[in-house]
């Protein structure tokens, strides 16, 4: 008698059948566990239960902000105390990526921008034969123990890194560099934000908006610092009244909170609202809508990042690309240069181009009579 299959077993069969086919390669993601339950006309329950089986199949990884992975050789990324897993790798080294955690409830690398840079520098590091291992780095940890106990061959800090853990590096002479920050002890990469702001703004001039809201990220972060002289300059150029300036945490429901209760009593109306990412333009859009303006009929709502997400709200948000890809790349390519030049001590400030993206979110202002 034939045996019938549970719905998770059909899942697992379809998907283990893909990645041995080659219809999903070594080092893609699967498709979203909404897109694989969607697929198959299945709960999310029943694929996590493929996907577990999958997992104990050493067929995938399942990586935190990232998705799940097919990766046939088992390869694991290690957080905190994990250790590497024993046996035989196929890649040559490790090389770090220390993220501080979020002043938010949620994870950092659950944030997209942080979630596309690792993927991308995950990409480049097995491109050059290594394997990259994430962890966050908070204030408090004992960092000498992590380098105790784990090699590193070269060492990736990504933003606001305290300075201890950068010199705790330095001192163990472990090549390592700084994405999205800057620390004049080593190669620093960022985005333009200066440049890219300011392109931002010209173009929101150049359709006739005066009356401007920022909702900005952290001031203390060198990100929003350099999205403010973006916007400063931009405005004393073309002789721009001081716009209405509220901060948030880089999430989008604090961006909603604010920007409602600042819509809620702003007068004049600003008739532009400038995020300083995409995740506060999302959180923007909300508050709008819920107030009743239409976007862009009402007003215009603009972010910065050009996040997966930006590309399907509703309407699709104007934002400036901050090349992220490009931006893993170079911080790559500038660590193998530190691990390949030890004793040659280059630090530097390296920016990656920006570009302004136009979406549906923004238009002319509605001329009063």
Sequence with gaps: M???????????????AQILSGTFQEGELLPSEREIGEQHKVDRTTVRKALKMLVDDQLVVKQAGIGTKVCRE??????????????????????????????HRTDRISQPFYSTLFYHTERECRAHGYNCLYST??????????????????????????????????DAHIPCVLANEY????????????????Q????????????????????????????????????SKNQIAPPYIASCDWEPDTAYRIT???????????????????????????????????????????GFDDIEQSRYAIPAITTVHSGIKELAQATINGL????????????????????????????EPVRKS
């Excluded at 390869?75 to 955690?101: C, M, R, W, Y």
């Excluded at 620390?183 to 300011?198: A, F, Q, R, V």
């Excluded at 006739?208 to 400063?232: D, K, W």
Aim: charged residues 15%; negative net charge; contains cysteine.
């Design 2 to 16: 034939a045996t019938t299959k549970l719905l998770y077993e059909i899942v697992y069969d379809t998907l283990k």
């Design 74 to 103: 088992g390869e694991v990324s290690i957080h905190k105390d994990q250790e590497e897993p024993s046996g035989k790798t196929a890649l040559n080294g490790n090389i770090g990526f220390f993220l501080p955690p979020s002043v």
């Design 137 to 170: 780095l908070d204030e408090h940890d004992d960092f000498s123990l992590v380098l105790k106990r784990q090699h590193f061959d070269g060492i990736i800090f990504v933003s606001n890194t305290a300075d201890k853990f950068i010199q705790m590096s330095i």
């Design 183 to 198: 620390n004049p002890k080593l190669l620093s990469y960022l985005p333009d934000n200066t440049n890219g702001m300011i």
């Design 200 to 235: 931002m703004c010209d173009y929101l001039i150049g359709l006739g908006h005066r009356t401007f809201a920022l909702i900005t990220g952290i001031n203390t972060y060198l990100t929003s610092q350099e999205r403010m002289i973006g916007c400063t300059y931009s405005f």
């Design 260 to 302: 409602k209760e600042l819509l809620s009593t702003a007068d004049p109306m600003p008739t532009a609202i400038i995020g300083f990412n995409d995740n506060i333009a999302i959180g923007c859009l909300r508050a709008a809508s819920e107030l009743g303006l239409q976007v862009p009929k009402d007003i215009s709502i603009v």
């Design 336 to 363: 193998l240069f530190q691990m390949a030049n030890p004793t040659l001590n280059t630090p530097m400030r390296c920016y990656v181009p920006c570009s302004l993206v136009i979406r549906q979110s923004t238009a």
